[in-house]
């Protein structure tokens, strides 16, 4: 991460912002986990467990991998939404809403990614189109334009889903003043 000072800088702001911040190692794939949820009387949505980088170890790709990671926190920061968990009953339609929610982070991604000093072959180890709702989301979210706010991407996002009929019942979450809000579907 040194030969990238942006991305140190990015370390920081994520780090200062959602600390605890756990960071563990992983032997197969990195990823990034921020598991917003209601508390049990439904008026606070909190990070349970706290956010956490597992990052795959042992490739060359590690910083790149753990900036790709912090850039998924970075949209958060943003203001971009993130899906409350536990408001998805239904296991297989929550993978599914979380799955479109990482292409299309993706899609803003990737501009800051090349901005911190790394390359586009180094921004996914892997590009698996899952199933056919994973490619209609790659396709339907090609522009980066039409989405590229926080309150453009929350309306597509939800436009998407309710096409496909997932997520009716989901709820999202925006950081704003350092703490969670639920976003006002009206």
């Known amino acids: 991460m040194n ?96 799955a479109v929610l990482n292409v299309i982070d993706h899609a803003i991604m990737l501009p800051r990614f090349l901005e911190l000093g790394f390359s586009q072959a180094e921004f996914l180890a892997d590009d698996v189109c899952e199933n056919e709702v994973m490619k209609l989301c790659i396709i339907a979210f090609s522009n980066v334009a039409e989405f590229a706010t926080p309150k453009a991407y929350h309306t597509k996002l939800r436009g998407f889903l309710n096409l496909r009929h997932l997520g009716n019942d989901a709820w999202f979450a925006s950081f704003e003043g350092n703490q969670w809000h639920e976003i006002d579907e009206q």
């Not at 702001?13 to 009387?41: H, M, Q």
């Not at 949505?45 to 956010?51: A, E, K, L």
């Not at 991998?65 to 939404?81: K, N, R, T, V």
């Open 3 to 98: 030969a990238h000072p942006k991305a140190m800088e990015l370390w920081s702001a994520v780090r200062n912002t959602f600390a605890p911040l756990c960071l563990e190692v992983d032997g197969i794939r990195s990823r990034y986990a921020l598991n917003l949820k209601w508390n049990a009387a439904g008026t606070t949505i909190q990070s349970v467990p706290p956010p956490t980088i597992s990052l795959a170890i042992g490739t060359d790709r590690v910083a790149a991998a753990l900036s790709h990671e912090l850039l998924h926190f970075e949209l958060a920061l943003l203001g971009y939404p993130r899906l409350i968990q536990n408001s998805v009953g239904n296991e297989n339609e929550q993978y599914m809403i979380n």
